[in-house]
Antibody, heavy 121, light 110 residues
Framework: QEQLVQSGSELKNPGASVKVSCKAS????????MNWVRQAPGQGLEWMGW????????TYAQAFTGRFVFSLDTSVSTAYLEISSLKAEDTAIYYC??????????????WGQGTLVTVSS | QTVVTQEPSFSVSPGGTVTLTCGLS?????????PSWYQQTPGQAPRTLIH???VRSSGVPDRFSGSILGNKAALTITGAQADDESDYYC??????????FGGGTKLTVL
C-alpha cells in the first residue's frame, strides 16, 4: 500500500542544521506532490509548503521562507526537509504528506508518521 | 492575510450529531477551495477524513460527511462514538499551490 516513512527523532543544538527524510513506497514519488506540515508542541497543524516531485520546484508558505529547504532524491523515492540555523522555536513534529491523487492534489494523503525535532542546548 | 477559522472546541453526546465548520476571516468558502478534513488523536499523525468538500477517504465510515453550509465548509459526524474524540482540522486551497490549515477543533464526546 501507499506509505510514507519518515526518519527518526532528532536532537540538535541551536544554530545547527537538520535534514528530515520521507521515503515513499507503494507508488511512484514523482507522480504526486509532497507537502510538509509542522506541529509545534501543543499547537495546531501548519502547512509549510510543497514540492513538485516531477519538476523539483518547491513552494514555501510565507512563514517558511529562508531557512527551510525542500528537496528530493528520486533514485531512492525520498523527499527531504532541511532546516538551517535552528532555533528553539523550531522544536516541533514535522510531517510529510503526499498531495492527494484527485482534485488537483489539493488535499493530503497519505501522511508520514512524523519526525520530532528538538532544538536545545 | 486570510485566516481559516474553526470552533476551538465542541462537545457531543455519544450517539449524537455534531457539525464542525471551517470559514474564512474574509469571504465565503466554496467548493473552489477544495475543503478537506483531518482527524488527529494525541500522539498520532493526522488521518484524512474528507477531501474535495464531500469525498470520504478510503476506510472512513459514512457517519463522517462533508458539505458547504452557508458560507462555510462543514464536517458532520452522525452517531458520534467515544473514539471520535479527537482534534479536527480543515484545510482550504487558496490558489497558486497554497494551502492553509484552520486552527483546529477539539471535539469532546461525553
Amino acid at each position: 500500500q501507499e506509505q510514507l516513512v519518515q526518519s527518526g527523532s532528532e536532537l540538535k543544538n541551536p544554530g545547527a542544521s537538520v535534514k528530515v527524510s520521507c521515503k515513499a513506497s507503494g507508488y511512484t514519488l514523482t507522480y504526486y506532490g509532497m507537502n510538509w506540515v509542522r506541529q509545534a508542541p501543543g499547537q495546531g497543524l501548519e502547512w509549510m509548503g510543497w514540492i513538485n516531485t516531477y519538476t523539483g520546484d518547491p513552494t514555501y508558505a510565507q512563514a517558511f521562507t529562508g531557512r527551510f529547504v525542500f528537496s528530493l532524491d528520486t533514485s531512492v523515492s525520498t523527499a527531504y526537509l532541511e532546516i538551517s540555523s535552528l532555533k528553539a522555536e523550531d522544536t516541533a513534529i514535522y510531517y510529510c504528506a503526499r498531495s492527494g491523487a484527485t482534485s488537483g492534489g489539493n488535499w493530503f494523503g497519505p501522511w508520514g508518521q512524523g519526525t520530532l525535532v528538538t532544538v536545545s542546548s | 492575510q486570510t485566516v481559516v477559522t474553526q470552533e476551538p472546541s465542541f462537545s457531543v453526546s455519544p450517539g449524537g450529531t455534531v457539525t464542525l465548520t471551517c470559514g474564512l476571516s474574509s469571504g465565503s468558502v466554496s467548493t473552489s477551495y477544495y475543503p478537506s478534513w483531518y482527524q488527529q488523536t494525541p500522539g498520532q499523525a493526522p488521518r484524512t477524513l474528507i477531501h474535495s468538500t464531500n469525498v470520504r477517504s478510503s476506510g472512513v465510515p459514512d457517519r463522517f460527511s462533508g458539505s458547504i453550509l452557508g458560507n462555510k465548509a462543514a464536517l458532520t459526524i452522525t452517531g458520534a462514538q467515544a473514539d471520535d474524540e479527537s482534534d479536527y482540522y480543515c484545510v482550504l486551497y487558496m490558489g497558486s499551490g497554497l494551502k492553509v490549515f484552520g486552527g483546529g477543533t477539539k471535539l469532546t464526546v461525553l
